[in-house]
Each structure stands twice: as C-alpha cells, then as structure tokens.
C-alpha cells in the first residue's frame, strides 16, 4: 500500500484521500501486450486481445474490463444506430473487421493511444477491481490468478509477449519483495554476519553472545512495534536488516 510512504498529515497525501472520497477509488491491473512481428490489428493480434479480454472477467473481484476488441462502437445502419464490441470473433470476412477496426484506431481519442498504440503494435487490456486500500490478500489472490492468465495465453500466442502492469502489481511487488527478502537475503545475510564475527573474534562463545544480543534487539523493537500497532509494511520489514548491522557494530565495539 503506497500509503505507508506518507505521514497522514502530508499535504499531497491528504488532497489525494479527498479526490478518492469524492470520487472513488479504483485498482487497476492491466495487460499490456506487443508484438514486433506484425501489428496487434492482424487477426491472430486481435485474437490474442480478445482471450485476454475474456478470460480476465475470471479475476477476482474484477468489475469492468476495457480493450480494444470489447470497445462499444457505433455505426449507422440505415436509418438506425448499432452498438457493438468493435472486434467480433465470429466475423464473417476477417479481412474487413481489420480494416475497420485500423479506421477506428486511428481516428477514435478513446482508443488512438489508450487501448492500442499509435504505431498498432502494442495494446491493453485494462481490468478494474473492487479490491479496497490495504487488502494484501486479495491482491495477492488477483495476481496469482493474473499471473496464470499472461501465462495461459503467452503459450496459446507464441508470437505476442504479454506483461503485467497498474497499481495492483505495483502494490504487490513492494509485499513479493520483502517476502522474498525474508526467505533469501536476510538469512544470507545473517550467515554472512556470523562467519564474519566468528572470524573477527576467533571464539565461539563470544559469536553467540554477539548474536544473542542482535536477536534480543530485534526480538524487541519489532515486538514493540507490533504492541504499538504499526503495520507490517515493506519499510518496517527492513529494519531488522539495519538493526542487525547496528546491534552487530556495537556488541563487536565493545
């Protein structure tokens, strides 16, 4: 949650928790797909936009899903006006589906740079959430599910490379970097630190004392932290790695 990097009385912060109350606030996940053999216009492009158009409607909590191929486009027809999706998998001629669609991607402001790219190579696929402010879990549960999804049609599609972007992917990578941190870095980092102390004090009651000192340390600001009710956020994950260099420095000083 990009909120924790902000005191509550930041005054950016709040003009942006009044633009949210006023006006809502909505998590976005979106697909962003290229291709540098041939435009996302061609029918296989327009096929690969239209799974993806599709199978995101499977994410959870997900409430609205734009792309090209779903966009509401009208046209006169006789006397009357038809709305339809711009791209029909069922289209008879493929051939005209693709010119009209080139028509409409190049003249329609909501489309021309939005959901298809200027140059036709690229487009996306945007998915609004209902998911709340803070929710961990069920960002987590939309980008496991996001994740098989890219996966899922990257290997149906060969030709096109499919990424994942927005602020739900945003949110999650700072929590997917402190996890993997934790089961990686900061063991490391530890094993280092130990075989380091070792080697400095060439005793192995004295290495554990020192470590015993930087558990302690830890142990308490992090158990006092969690009685003060601070949030466990990717800034505070980190402070047993600065406490661990600290405590280390001070217990090796004296």
């Not at 979106?30 to 199978?55: K, Q, W, Y």
């Not at 470590?211 to 308490?220: E, G, P, R």
């Amino acid at each position: 949650d990009h909120s924790s990097f902000f005191s509550p009385d930041d005054p950016n912060f709040v003009l942006w928790e009044k633009f949210e109350a006023l006006y809502g606030s909505d998590m976005v996940l979106i697909f962003a797909i290229a291709s540098d053999r041939s435009n996302m216009v061609s029918p296989s492009g327009l096929r690969a936009i239209a799974s993806i158009t599709e199978e995101s409607w499977t994410l959870p909590l997900a409430t609205r899903v734009s792309s090209l191929t779903n966009f509401q486009h009208s046209k006169a027809v006789d006397d009357n006006i038809e709305i339809s999706d711009l791209y029909d998998p069922a289209a008879a001629t493929e051939d005209m589906v693709t010119e009209e669609i080139m028509q409409v991607a190049a003249s329609d402001p909501l489309v021309s740079g939005l959901l298809i790219s200027k140059d036709l190579y690229s487009a996306a696929v945007y998915v609004t959430t209902s998911i709340e402010r803070g929710d961990t879990e069920s960002t987590a549960l939309v980008m496991r599910k996001a994740r098989d999804v890219r996966d899922r049609i990257q290997h149906e599609y060969p030709d096109v490379s499919i990424g994942i972007t927005g602020n739900i992917p945003l949110n999650y990578a700072f929590t997917e970097a402190s996890l993997e941190d934790g089961m990686t870095l900061i063991p490391l980092m530890y094993a280092a630190m130990f075989l380091l102390c070792f080697w400095l004090l060439g005793t192995l009651k004295g290495t554990a004392y020192v470590f015993l000192t930087v558990a302690l340390t830890v142990a308490s600001a992090m158990g006092f932290a969690g009685w003060l009710d601070y949030p466990i956020t990717p800034l505070l994950a980190a402070v047993p790695m600065f406490l661990l260099i600290i405590a280390l420095c001070d217990a090796i000083h004296l």
